[in-house]
């Protein structure tokens, strides 16, 4: 029996890429390997500049809150949080102070697990703030990109519903793919686009867990950059705690504290310890007004909202006949997905496109390590390899040469693809082959005949030797089976 029930809560942020322009700033927001090449003197902090706020950063903003279930503010004003870094040159940051005010507040989201089943994660709240800068550590010296510095940056703040960390990792694809679907960022982890920062608790299995006094005293881990690490510090945490309790030292080796996940060593570290509240010295943004939301805006924002994840996979099961295993991995990255309609646009039958998308291209991108963006085959491309198969011009072993071939030379399909090469379908031709084989090989027939069922294999083996491999090999199996019943 259980004895121990892990709370876990997530701040999880992300840059908002799909605005042309940063979110107080006419800078561009884009990514670029160029340091300070994205800046202005807003960002910069330079004296006399002023914020302009961001109209597509608050309508994104806002159309995440409400695919959230979140409440919406009557009126919307952002304020400064003020500390001392060089990351943030005006030394404060432009941002929303939660609990009251945000973009959106007291929501929740249903995440689906592998088997189906659904869970519930509370929302405390999300709200829109400026990104930092970012810097980078080097032996002697720390480098400063301000490309980063004024990048719209989302922070959602989950209530402590989450209790594994697979569970920690469902819901952190989940938004991923809100974000995607609904056009508010690429929500790539590579560009830096996605952190998280996560906390971690237990509490003796016993007691109510609906109750705050029972539950344990909360770790913070910092900054985890993927998903495979906010995995591998929730366990770590969970095993550090639960260790604790066990040896009768939690009173003593735990403490509110914030920790980071270090990759080398695999475990969380000690940055500092952490009371409950941080005087940011908080105070209304002076330099921006406050908004009031139209209800009338709200509506439109929510009716543009587009076909989520779960849309699209409830569509795949219900129109196209998908497994849900498949309909999941199909709609788990949106590119994959728009990629996947794409081929049922061009023609291609829903099922056999989602088999060549789920097994060899996503298998193809998983062994090169690129995304569907780079990979050399369109849709259109595809259903030349797949017209061959339906025509009788290639077997399935023939598509997945030419497959490999036409991404391995860069060339489209079609030029592998001719008579010369094609798969034998013609009945006659086959039969009259086959009847010569037999001819040919009368004590092996006799030992199928005697009870030697493996032989049939050999027979289809001379077929396909004699045929380099373009024998259709259903008609090939077929036709043997009434030649060889004949004899």
Not at 42 to 64: Q, Y
Request: net charge negative; charged share 30%; glycine share 4%.
């Amino acid at each position: 029996m259980t004895k121990y029930i892990a709370k876990i809560g997530l701040e999880m942020h992300c840059e908002m890429s799909e605005t042309k322009s940063k979110v107080f700033s006419s800078a561009k927001n884009e990514y670029s390997e160029i340091p300070n090449s994205n800046v202005r003197p807003l960002d910069m902090g330079f004296p006399g500049t002023l914020p302009v706020v961001n109209k597509e950063a608050v309508r994104l903003s806002l159309m995440a809150s409400l695919i959230l279930n979140c409440r919406q503010p009557e009126y919307m004003y952002f304020e400064r949080k003020n500390y001392y870094y060089p990351d943030m040159p005006k030394n404060y940051q432009i941002t929303q102070n939660p609990p009251e005010d945000c973009v959106g507040m007291d929501g929740y989201v249903d995440v689906e697990r592998n088997d189906g089943s659904i869970f519930r994660v509370g929302i405390d709240n999300i709200h829109l703030e400026e990104d930092a800068a970012s810097l980078d550590h080097f032996y002697s010296t720390s480098n400063i990109d301000y490309n980063r510095a004024g990048v719209p940056l989302l922070e959602l703040v989950t209530q402590p519903d989450l209790h594994s960390a697979e569970e920690a990792v469902l819901f952190l694809e989940h938004m991923r793919s809100v974000y995607q679907y609904a056009g508010i960022s690429e929500a790539d982890s590579k560009k830096g686009q996605i952190r998280c920062d996560v906390n971690v608790s237990i509490m003796d299995a016993s007691l109510d867990e609906n109750d705050p006094n029972n539950w344990g005293i909360k770790v913070e881990v910092k900054n985890v950059n993927s998903f495979g690490g906010v995995r591998d510090a929730i366990n770590y945490e969970i095993k550090r705690q639960t260790e604790a309790k066990e040896n009768g030292t939690y009173d003593q080796e735990i403490e509110q504290e914030t920790r980071r996940w270090d990759e080398d060593s695999q475990a969380t570290i000690h940055m500092r310890s952490k009371v409950d509240a941080i005087d940011y010295k908080y105070f209304v943004e002076p330099n921006i007004p406050k908004i009031k939301l139209d209800k009338k805006w709200l509506d439109e924002i929510r009716e543009s909202i587009p076909e989520l994840a779960m849309d699209r996979k409830k569509k795949y099961i219900n129109d196209f006949n998908l497994s849900n295993y498949d309909a999941g991995v199909l709609v788990k990255e949106k590119a994959i997905s728009d990629y996947f309609e794409e081929c049922v646009k061009v023609g291609i039958d829903s099922k056999i496109a989602s088999n060549w998308v789920t097994v060899n291209i996503v298998g193809e991108l998983n062994k090169e390590g690129i995304t569907i963006n780079d990979f050399y085959l369109t849709p259109e491309m595809l259903k030349q390899i797949i017209d061959g198969i339906n025509s009788g011009m290639l077997s399935s072993k023939q598509a997945k040469e030419v497959f490999s071939k036409s991404l391995e030379e860069k060339k489209e399909p079609k030029n592998y693809i001719s008579k010369d090469n094609a798969q034998i379908s013609d009945e006659k031709e086959l039969t009259d082959l086959i009847i010569k084989i037999l001819d040919e090989n009368p004590s092996q027939i006799e030992l199928y005949k005697g009870g030697r069922d493996n032989l049939f294999d050999y027979f289809v083996g001379q077929v396909m030797k004699n045929t380099r491999g373009k024998a259709n090999p259903v008609m090939t199996k077929d036709i043997l089976h009434r030649e060889l019943d004949k004899r």
